[in-house]
């Protein structure tokens, strides 16, 4: 997981706005000579009171690709580790070339270095260089032609540090020691990294650019206990007297620097194979037997891409590691992807929840980021929008249509939520920092777009090109215009249009459709309008989209263009239609009105194909409170998809079907997916608390999901507390979320102090929202438990909220309950009449307000800084 107007597109514009004259231009011509009419264009000159200002011009801002001097053919890295002071000590050996013209110096990246020595491989000479801490310019020993290599050698030291990160990438510092000193008990000793963008330069010295590729060796020298990891295959293992072991890596294949990579630290690696290629997973030794779960269906998904595209998984070898503390959520370095700890969970955990969407997107990065590398930031989305709509392919193959366009859904709504103001280009030469790129652009409006282009092309006409991209772009840097040439070569269709509108514009349709009959003509009246602010996007985008006619029995699709900012059209159609749908398809990015009745609603519902149809009818028709619900309700529990049966479970009642609680005990039982029988267990609880709980000890036991049984947990504690109690005991030592955080809950609830101990101990156990609700029942239970143990768990959640290494989400909850905790302080305070008590207390908020100024000047998350914002205006309101 992008701001520009492109000025090919204002030139269009402005080309469409001038109305030519035309002239004849006739008399006696001569033998032979072709006598034409002629276009004439007049222009007038701006009147002088509309001309700018010399100084109001000036270019818009431009990012360009990379300017290669020199060629970077070959690395060749030593490294050993200081733990100790967090340092890495390197040897490197660069192999290079003049790009095109001769050169007597080369420029690298290398942030942070202290250089011990940089001469000639080979013969050593040394050689004269500048440093200024972020680059080290060398002065070869004579001058080099494109004919001629030249390898330079260095050894140094670096101290990766941070300068700063983004939402996407939390840090920039490259390489990561965790625990380096074995000062926290409970977490792993780890070394890895974090090349993109372009940070790989803070631990060896490079070209670190994504236009740049190169092979790779490198030899990791590090205590005997700990497993290694880097690009390409392990070629040996040399054990040393002093207890450390030196491993050689070796990738063969160019790749761009940013992808390199090696983790290191105590793992369990289990092993497939496809192909005959090695697969590995490296997990921490208690996840060793969920390996294979963790990671599900990398087998299967090698095989998946590699038949769709015709092009085999390219590489050597393919292994995935979880480390510790990650600062994303995953990287496709080129064959050893790096997991965030997010998805190291045991099989039960991940029974309907499982790791298949980031698997699908970093391996699919193997063809599209990895293979073809986008030349610049400025285009990301050649690899992040392919990379995420991989996820929609593989779930339409593995889980059908309905997941697939349930998770196309949820692309959209992130990409939609954008303010107008961030809107920009996909393809965004303009952007002001190149973190700026990871964005719902690049990602989610990227993927969006290629189902769009897709569905428009068909799919042998897609697959085919995509097919002919990666095969003719192997081991080089594209932009989108590549992809555009390359479509137009297998279709021989002009596709500007399409590119122009999507990728080098912002924006996308608002649409405000209005659907009606004309009895006297027996015609279908289809009015669009197009409602975007002409001032932020494309006045008319071209929509080429599919218009379903519903009527007597049959469905009738017919092609239709989108081509005016508003149009009519008009089908013939002999009778009153059930039901009249643009984009019936539902493939279309764009935000849509439209003016269907609740009738037409429920028919869509019952009738029209794809997920969205019946999300869209119910969505709508249970905002309206329609009475339409009691006939469609009991049919969306029966839904084939499970998000539409938890919609219905939401309004049915008793009134709706005969045997209400029947059918929710049913759901309990023996609903397919674990979502549907949590919620069914409120509803039953709702309904007969009895038979809830008669349920609940059942499912207790039977169910082998995690998250069943945490609701379960949840009702036996609600209705007999000192029950719930003697089962959460008994579950204390669960590694799950849902478990930790029904025991918290509990806990929080009974209001001992002996408690806290067990969230201390499970923190790290939990991320995402989970973690927002278990240290927020933490914060709770310290404050109920007196003003000493409150303190202490503020210094506790202090500490989490400034580690930089803990994840956003840990981060964002401890300081969520810091400001919980300051306002259960001033809430006390303000209640007690004893004066003494009321000016500790305000001493108490004081401090801790000190603590969150400290935490928002530290945070480096744009994001979370924005949200702590909001926790302060919503406590001063």
Known sequence: MTRLLLILTGFALLAHSCSPSQKTYSGTSKPGMEERLLDTLFVEAPKPSSLKKQEDYKLPKYNPSYKRDNDLLHTRLDLSFDWENESVIGKATLELRPYFHPVRSVTLDAKGFEWKKV????????????????????????????????????????????????????????????????????????????????????????????????????????????????????????????????????????????????????????????????????????????????????????????????????????????????????????????????????????????????????????????????????????????????????????????????????????????????????????????????????????????????????????????????????????????????????????????????????????????????????????????????????????????????????????????????????????????????????????????????????????????????????????????????????????????VIRLMGLEYLDDKMVPDFEGLLKKLVLADPHSEVRSAAIYKLADSNEQQALEVAKKALVQDSAYNVKGVCLDLLYQNNPQTGLEYAQKLENEQSEDILNAIGSMYKEQGSPGNLAFFEKNFQKVNAFNAVLFIGSYQELAFKSGEKYAMEATARLKEMALNARQSPWRRMAATKSLNDMRNAFRAKGNATKDPEAKRLLEEKVTEISRIIEEIKIFEPNEELKSIYQQMELITRA
Not at 238 to 263: C, E, N, S
Not at 328 to 354: C, W
Not at 503 to 525: M, Q, W
Not at 621 to 636: V, Y
Request: net charge negative.
């Open 119 to 642: 001469a000639l491989a080979g013969s050593g000479q040394e050689l004269k260089y500048s440093y200024d801490g972020e680059q080290i310019t060398v002065e070869l020993d004579k001058t080099y032609s494109r004919e001629s290599s030249f390898s330079l050698s260095f050894e140094y030291v670096a101290r990766p540090a941070a300068s700063g990160g983004s939402a996407a990438i939390s840090s920039d510092q490259g390489l990561f020691f965790i625990n380096p000193r074995g000062e926290e008990a409970e977490k792993p000793t780890q070394i890895w990294t974090q090349g993109e963008t372009e940070n790989n330069s803070r631990w060896f010295p490079t070209i670190d650019k994504p236009n740049e590729r190169c092979t790779q060796e490198l030899y990791l020298t590090v205590p005997a206990r700990f497993k290694t990891l880097s690009n390409g295959n392990l070629v040996s293992s040399v054990d040393h007297p002093d207890g450390t072991r030196t491993d050689y890596w070796r990738m063969d294949q160019p790749h761009a620097p940013y992808l390199f990579m090696i983790a290191v630290g105590d793992y369990a690696v289990v092993k497939d194979t496809w192909r005959g290629k090695e697969l590995a997973y490296y997990v921490e030794p208690e996840y060793e037997a969920s390996a294979r779960d963790i990671f599900a269906h990398t087998p299967e998904m090698l095989e998946f891409f590699s038949n769709k595209l015709g092009v085999p998984y390219p590489w050597s070898k393919y292994a995935q590691v979880v480390v510790r503390d990650y600062v994303s959520g995953a990287m496709e370095n080129t064959t050893a992807v790096v997991f965030g700890e997010y998805v190291q969970k045991h099989r039960r955990e991940l029974i309907d929840n499982p790791n298949d969407k980031v698997v699908a997107h970093e391996l699919f990065h193997h063809w599209f980021g990895d293979l073809v590398t986008c030349e610049s930031w400025s285009n990301l989305t050649m690899n992040e929008g392919f990379a995420n709509y991989s996820e929609y392919l593989w779930y339409e193959h593995k889980y059908g249509r309905d997941a697939a366009d349930f998770h196309l859904y949820e692309e959209w709504h992130g990409y939609l939520g954008t303010p107008p103001n961030a809107m920009h280009p996909l393809i965004h030469f303009g952007y002001d920092d190149k973190e700026d790129m990871f964005d719902a652009h690049s990602y989610n409006k990227g993927g969006a777009i290629l189902h769009m282009l897709r569905n428009y092309l068909g799919d042998e006409a897609f697959f085919t090109g995509l097919n002919r991209f990666l095969t003719r772009y192997a081991y080089q840097s594209v932009e989108a215009h590549n992809l555009r040439l390359t479509y137009e070569e297998v279709t021989g269709e002009d596709l500007n249009w399409f590119f122009n509108q999507w990728y080098f514009s912002k924006g996308h349709p608002e649409l405000k459709i209005d659907y009606s009959y004309d009895e006297e003509k027996k015609e279908a009246v289809v009015t669009v309008e197009q409602t975007q602010n002409p001032d932020r996007n494309p006045p008319i985008f071209e929509l080429p989209v599919s218009l379903d006619i519903y009527a007597g029995g049959n469905v009738n699709r017919l092609p239709v263009r989108i081509n005016q900012r508003v149009q009519t059209l008009r089908i013939p159609v002999g009778q009153r239609p059930d039901l009249v749908h643009l984009d019936g398809e539902r493939m279309l990015l764009a935000e849509i009105q439209d003016n269907k009745t609740e009738e037409q609603l429920a028919f869509q519902f019952q009738n029209a194909p794809r997920f969205m149809d019946r999300f869209e009818a119910l969505s709508r028709l249970m905002e309206a409170e329609s009475d339409q619900l009691k006939i469609l309700l009991p049919l969306a529990v029966e839904d084939p998809f499970f």
